[in-house]
């Protein structure tokens, strides 16, 4: 076994006490995340570039993965300040570039400020990106994206989160009514540090799971423990994620998730610098430039320079429209199927019509099964596929479980 590896995986059977552990350990964590993240800054896929090179394997005291998860669940780390690297890998295809601002401009607030911090979340969906980020408890907050010759920050001070897009020059301001004091005010379901991937991951921990401690490593010049999480099942896209866990304050330094396909990993994020201590109070002041175009969001006061406030669209606001999903099998295999009433992809006999579904057509594979016929559209990790009569099949699974689920569904 690998050094300090636990012989026994989550809901193992024979283990209904350890397997509780598990589970219980999970559901502790979410209360103890570490609120750099509460701005929401970065896409749900974002990663650490996987050249943040461990050290060493420093010699730590033997733990095992039941153990490891809970020193995560009980890390109560409120103050911190560092530098975290950003690259994700999901193998999509390039247009030159014409992607990132047709995806940017789809999640653009209605105010179409390019300061809100939704729309932002896709341009950091691919690529590499440095990362500069603090906390001061619950309701202190700053995540900084440095990007070439600009910088893009969300401060997040008591009831106002702010940010400011240097390369525009622009502003977007939120509020939020006392009561959601402490509360995220920016877009939720968006992990941006290595501690909130590893809640999204601990939150697969169930009986379809393997989960092992694989030895140690150093990162950002601190020892850390490898929690090593694979599926049990067949079908799943996901090879293997581990987890660098700070052997003395239990906060997640680096998450690394590769596919089953291999390769370069799909997201690797971790620190390259981290400390705990207490960021000074300047950190989260803010004040708009002179000059910059200032954009209310909903909840906030409205300045004389600002547009009439209006509220950037949700997740759930660019699903509307759609049939709710509903999930089919579950733990690492689980599908969601969307039904969009029809409206499957462009055909037809026009020119216009023939040229759009060629071009999506060339982006993905032609399918046909009980269900008719259809495309999938892959990534190295999530794969989706879009029938002719408009069903939407998607998740961390292969072709042949979208195939499978979509005939089954028939």
Request: glycine share 12%; hydrophobic share 35%.
């Amino acid at each position: 076994m690998a050094p300090y590896e636990s012989d026994r995986t989550a809901g193992a059977e024979g283990l209904p006490d350890e397997a509780d552990d598990v589970r219980a350990g999970r559901r502790k964590a979410a209360r103890y995340v570490v609120p750099v993240a509460v701005v929401g800054v970065a896409a749900a896929t974002i990663g650490l570039v996987p050249a943040l090179a461990d050290s060493g394997d420093p010699s730590l005291p033997k733990i095992t993965a039941e153990q490891l998860i809970e020193k995560i669940a009980k890390s109560d780390v409120q103050q911190l300040s560092g530098t975290v690297k950003v690259s994700t890998d999901l193998g999509l295809p390039s247009l030159g570039g014409l992607e990132s601002g047709m995806l940017s401009g789809a999640t653009k607030g209605s105010g179409d400020s390019s300061a809100d911090p939704q729309s932002k979340l896709l341009e950091l969906a691919s690529g590499t990106h440095t990362v500069r980020v603090a906390a001061d408890g619950p309701d202190k907050a700053k995540v900084s994206v440095l990007e070439n010759a600009a910088e893009y920050s969300v401060i997040h001070n008591g009831n106002d989160v702010w940010a400011y897009d240097s390369k525009s020059n622009e502003v977007y301001h939120s509020t939020a009514p006392a009561a959601e004091k402490g509360k995220e005010k920016a877009p939720k379901d968006v992990p941006t540090t290595p501690k909130e991937l590893a809640d999204e991951a601990l939150k697969s921990v169930d009986d379809t799971t393997s989960v092992t401690v694989d030895g140690t490593a150093q990162v950002a010049g601190r020892d850390a423990y490898k929690l090593l999480i694979k599926p049990k099942q067949s079908g799943s896209t996901v090879g293997a994620i581990t987890v660098a866990v700070d052997a003395k304050t239990g906060v997640p330094l680096k998450f690394t998730l590769v596919p089953k396909s291999g390769g370069a990993a799909v997201v690797d994020a971790g620190f390259t610098q981290v400390t705990f201590a207490k960021p000074a109070a300047s950190t989260f002041d803010f004040t708009p430039p002179k000059g910059a175009k200032v954009t209310e969001g909903k909840d906030g006061k409205d300045p004389k320079d600002t547009k009439a406030p209006e509220s950037a669209p949700t997740r759930g606001d660019l699903g509307k429209g759609l049939e709710g999903p509903k999930t089919i099998g579950k733990g690492w295999s689980t599908i969601a199927e969307f039904d969009t009433g029809g409206q499957g992809l462009p055909s037809g006999a026009s020119s216009q019509g023939g040229n759009v579904s060629g071009f999506l057509n060339s982006l993905g594979d032609h399918v046909k099964g009980k269900f008719g016929s259809g495309t999938v559209f892959s990534t190295r990790l999530v794969n989706a596929l879009i029938t002719d009569d408009g069903k939407v099949y998607a998740g961390a699974v292969t072709k042949d479980a979208l195939v499978k689920a979509a005939n089954a569904a028939h």
